[in-house]
Nanobody
Framework: QVQLVESGGGLVQPGGSLRLSCAAS????????MYWYRQAPGKERELVAY????????NYADSVKGRFTISRDNAKNTVYLQMNSLKPEDTAVYYC?????????WGQGTQVTVSS
């Protein structure tokens, strides 16, 4: 069965760091572009970061550029989101998303709370 399982969320103080992981199974991970999205209560889902199938191209939302880094390890079927200099406005449920032209899949989400 297809699975995307996020982990690494939690409570962190402003200025702190977290690394999110998303472990994929049940499909050919290396053929899928990967994305991180987030959704805060009462707000629309927001695209945070993108990485191409081979990891050669990345893009970020302006709100996180310079602070977050997306990466992937195709040998481990895992995509990561390194989050530094966290701000309270980064508080949200973070979701990973796998996409190709013929199919796409979503993880269950992991909560990130940035608060003092």
């Amino acid at each position: 069965q297809v699975q995307l399982v996020e982990s690494g969320g939690g409570l962190v103080q402003p200025g702190g760091s977290l690394r999110l992981s998303c472990a994929a199974s049940g499909f050919t991970f290396s053929m899928y572009a990967m994305y991180w999205y987030r959704q805060a209560p009462g707000k629309e889902r927001e695209l945070v970061a993108y990485i191409s199938t081979g990891g050669t191209i990345t893009n970020y939302a302006d709100s996180v550029k310079g602070r977050f880094t997306i990466s992937r390890d195709n040998a481990k079927n895992t995509v990561y989101l390194q989050m530094n200099s966290l701000k309270p406005e980064d508080t949200a449920v973070y979701y990973c998303h796998a996409w190709r032209s013929t199919a796409d899949y979503w993880g269950q989400g992991t909560q990130v709370t940035v608060s003092s």
